[in-house]
């Protein structure tokens, strides 16, 4: 079973940045999309960012252009969500999900792998 497993969340001041890891087990990495997405409390979950496999694609969020950047280092079997000038309206649970030979996409249901997700509050 591939497991994407969450790390990197914390409280943070607005303006500042935090870097999401999410890390992949349980299969070829270089093999799997991977998509980030959060949920606020009383919101649905929304798409953040996406990467493909083989990194043959890349989107993002309207929220999060200009200031995020995702990314995959797999050799380290990793992806990455850099955040930076976080905002208050940043805060959520941010999810890490994988979709073999995918292309990053923004909808949820594309993915089959779910990790448990990383916290992350933006202070004002």
């Known amino acids: 079973q591939v497991q994407p497993v969450e790390s990197g969340g914390g409280l943070v001041e607005a303006g500042g940045s935090l870097r999401l890891s999410c890390g992949l087990s349980?299969?070829?990495?270089?093999?799997?999309?991977v998509g980030w997405f959060r949920q606020a409390p009383g919101k649905e979950r929304e798409f953040v960012a996406g990467?493909?496999?083989?990194?043959?694609?890349?989107l993002y969020a309207d929220s999060a252009k200009g200031r995020f950047t995702i990314s995959r280092d797999n050799a380290k079997n990793t992806a990455y969500l850099q955040m930076n000038s976080l905002k208050p309206e940043d805060t959520a649970i941010y999810y890490c999900?994988?979709?073999?030979?995918?292309?990053?996409?923004?909808?949820?249901?594309?993915?089959?792998?779910w990790g448990q997700g990383t916290q992350v509050t933006v202070s004002s």
């Open positions: 999900a994988a979709d073999i030979q995918g292309s990053g996409s923004s909808k949820s249901s594309a993915y089959n792998y």
């Open positions: 990467i493909g496999w083989r990194s043959l694609s890349i």
């Open positions: 349980g299969g070829t990495f270089s093999n799997y999309a």
